[in-house]
């Protein structure tokens, strides 16, 4: 790919005019239509995987059988929702615990096919001797829901549907088998009842970085690991050719373009690390319009007060710019670019799973504190 040569700013310079962003990116707009795009890479999720592969059975005329965790009581290797899936000639994909339950399962598919006609709920772990037996904690107990599929199964749609980005409700009849699929509304949460079973299949959790960098790769490697779909933004030549996180492919775009094409839900997050406030914030400026549940940007305390300034240039009201995480992370004296991505993902996490952030954990206010503190120890000493 031929390269761009088109300079790059640092993080200390100011960009204060909406003309200069603008001429900034029409220059990257004609460089990227001349040197081309890359598209990018996505890894599916375990649960995913077991749709996909449960589709491509079905297609090929195979029996199968899903079984999905609705219900744990004390310790569980896998949580609800968690879903298993076995082939008639006795393939498997998914887990629903360490393995034990699993073999069972699979020993009966062997020994006597997949026989069952409607939905049926079972439990494993009753008694401890079964605990024992299935390899389940010290009083775990786990409930499934075991489901004959068939084209009536409406997997393949269910399939379009979370490839359109869809948060889907899927409502099985546990006295007739029959599948119907719905919109699922914010906050909705796996259902079960004598006559019906509801789960919710969403599209990934998305986390789109911008910029391709040291910092970048750790926090990459990191948030597949969490199971994220990590999307790399980046359309300097020099940082996308170092790029070697498996999995995770660097994006030929320009980050307001791909921030408007992703359609940024409230399940996905945005996290600008490539120190060149004019990259950063025309990623920025779009994604505080959007529902993601995270943006941040890297930068020190001065600098994303002046971001905050610059934003407001470009239509971005203060409610929009009160979203904005910077500087980013969690305060935890991290200095090395492995620790700085723990920061930034244990804030995402917290911030994801609902659980509000103490003042004093915000890297702004603990470092303006920690000064404090200095100074005042400072005149002591004096």
């Known amino acids: 790919m031929a390269s761009i040569s088109i300079p790059s700013y640092h993080e200390g310079m100011v960009v204060d005019s909406r003309k200069e962003l603008t001429a900034f990116r029409a220059g990257w707009q004609t460089e990227l239509k001349r040197a081309g795009k890359l598209g990018s890479g996505a890894m599916d999720t375990i649960d995913l995987d077991v749709l996909k ?11 199968c059988q899903l079984a999905t965790v609705i219900k744990t009581w004390g310790s569980s290797p896998r949580p609800e929702g968690a879903m298993l899936a076995i082939c008639d000639d006795g393939r498997v994909v998914g887990s629903v615990s360490g393995g034990c339950i699993e073999d069972d399962m699979i020993d009966r ?59 889907v409700a899927r409502r099985v009849d546990l006295s007739t088998g029959e599948v119907t699929l719905g919109p699922a509304g914010p906050g909705t949460a796996l259902q079960v009842s004598e006559t019906a079973l509801i789960t919710v299949h969403g599209p990934r959790w998305r986390l789109l970085i911008i910029g391709a960098g040291q910092l970048s790769s750790f926090l990459a490697q990191i948030a597949v690991g969490m199971d994220y779909h990590v999307i790399v933004c980046d359309p300097r030549e020099e940082y996308r050719a170092g790029w070697h996180v498996p999995g995770v492919e660097v994006v030929h775009a320009m980050p307001d373009d791909l921030v408007v094409e992703m359609k940024l839900d409230r399940r996905s997050a945005v996290v600008a ?43 971005v009201t203060d409610a929009q710019i009160a979203k904005l995480r910077g500087p980013i992370g969690l305060y935890i004296g991290s200095k090395t670019p492995s620790e700085i991505a723990i920061s930034i993902l244990a804030e995402m996490t917290a911030i994801k799973n609902g659980v509000p952030v103490p003042d004093e954990m915000r890297v702004e206010n603990a470092k303006a504190s920690a000064q404090l503190q200095d100074s005042e120890a400072g005149c002591k000493l004096d």
């Open 53 to 63: 592969t449960c589709g491509d059975w079905i297609s090929q005329g195979h029996r």
């Open 109 to 167: 598919v062997r020994n006597e096919g997949i026989v069952r006609a409607l939905p049926e709920i079972v439990t494993y772990g009753i008694t401890a001797d079964e605990a024992h037996r299935f390899g389940l904690p010290c009083g775990g107990t786990i409930q499934l829901a075991l489901e004959p599929l068939s084209d009536k199964s409406h997997i393949a749609e269910l399939l379009r549907r979370l490839q359109a980005h869809e948060l």
């Open 273 to 315: 690390l490539t120190h060149d406030p004019k990259l950063d914030d025309l990623a920025l400026m779009e994604a505080l319009k959007s529902d993601a549940f995270y943006i941040g940007a890297i930068g020190s305390r001065v600098n994303n007060m002046k971001r905050r300034e610059r934003l407001k240039e470009f239509d």
